[in-house]
């Protein structure tokens, strides 16, 4: 299966393991992508601050007509903030004439045109839905057993549409951990958000969201934490220093993408594939003990 | 602040505030504040902003901090029994208040305004500048002690790979990227301004 793949600014930067990690473990499950050519940034959560609501919605409108214009296959971005801009505008202009006329005059400035032709698709939706967890299963040759896991949603990952996985109840995650051979915990606050767009400027409201995300991981005797999104994994762990200053706690938890295990549980490199010495807060001990290596 | 009743700001708001007409809708059931990760943070939780906006109390609304705390989360338009995008309008009302010149959080509106401005110029966000532009806004002195503060994960991040050392560059359709954005301020609700 071929698709677009939206990797968005932090991909590149703050995120690069969840790219370095996916890139492999989707071709190990028959994927092929293909990035979008000259793409702009999605405007993530904050835009909001120096933009009305139809600039931010150009900006995704651009990027979704360029895939359209230049091959016919679905856009999946793995990063929950970046998906959330594409499939909200992709939603709106596909059900809402007028605005797609709007964005259409817009766009033609640049001498493109927005079709609604294309879908948009999370990361995880693809690995489950299209990999799906039979495939997964027997591609993992070197399952994470026992490894318990905390698998961390996040607010924009399934909300607000929820086009594969449940608002309130979401399960996917969790499916897959399962396939790769990991324990999953319960976690109450999988979904609770961690400060996304406003984290730097609001730090000490954010700090108090994470330190309830990672109290609730270690209370239910998670190892390690696993994420879909460059967003939240950068809350999650490169804050907990932060976090141990303001609340007197000790946190020093790992967190990984989802996609890491997955290379791991594949039975690719530790390093160039699962990019495990990305982490700043290593993950390596706990991750061989469950391999047994 | 007193809030003196200004009758017209209902109208004002649906007219000129992107989503502001959804309020409408608005049957007071209070979910979309008890889903509100950070209304212990807020003087006014989403439902109590629509309450003052049809009362026509313009300097609580607009002063309001709860508009400029929005993580962005979607719970509450996920949870609204009416469909209404409650975060939308609390982002049209926050940006909104940013052109009107009401910025009671001076941080979250200067880090957005950087956020764009570097959009509009580049096309993408580089994540290494865009903190110490930010933190510089806040003048030369203080901005230096907030980026050595902030310095060692950088650093950190550096280590690990997960920094990229060029400058991010200006993507190829820039021109064409701004004349469409320029369009969009024109055409957005409210105009140019
Ligand atoms: S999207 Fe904003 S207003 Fe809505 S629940 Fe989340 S933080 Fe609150
Ligand atoms: S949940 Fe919807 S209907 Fe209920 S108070 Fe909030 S905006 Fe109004």
Redesign the interface.
Known sequence: MKYFLYGG??L??????YMVSLEPVCKALGMEFEEIE????C?????????????I???NA?NIAIAESTGGYDIVAPCSSCY?QLVKTNHELKEDAELRN?IN???K???LNFKGSLNVRHLMDVLYNDGGIDKIKSTAVRPLKGLKVAGYVG??TV??Y?EYDS??RPKVHDLLLKAIGADPVPFPKKM??C????F???LD??LG?VKEILDDAIANGAQLISTVCPMCALNLE?YQ?KVNAKFGTNFNMPVVYLTQLMAVAFGMDLKKEA?L????IPPEGIIKAAIGG | MAGNYDPSFAKEVFDNV??GEEIKMCMQCGICAGSC??RH?MDYPPRQIFTLIRAGRRDEVMNSKAIK???????C??RCPRGIPVI?VM??L??YG?KKGIIP?K???????E???M?YNI??????TL?LK?NLLEGLVPGIKSTIEMA??GI??FL?????LLP?RK???IK??R???D???E????GAN
């Open positions: 600014c932090s590149e930067a703050g995120g690069k393991n000259d793409w702009n940034c405007g993530a959560s904050i835009s909001y601050a120096g933009a009305n609501e139809l600039s919605m150009t900006l651009r959330i709007k005059v817009i766009l400035e640049g001498n607010c924009q909300r607000p929820g608002v309130e609770q958000c400060g996304s767009g406003i730097l400027t609001e409201r954010c969201l490169m220093d990019a010495d990305y982490c700043v | 992107d989503s990760p950070l943070e705390l929005c993580t962005s989360c979607y719970r338009k996920v939308d982002h049209g926050a940006h940013i959080r941080g979250t509106a200067a880090f957005g305004g956020f764009w401005k959009i096309g993408r966000i580089d994540e290494k903190p930010y060692p994960m950190q991040m690990h790979h997960r920094m990229k991010e993507i190829k359709g064409e990227l004349k469409m954005l369009k969009a301020k055409m957005g609700k409210g």
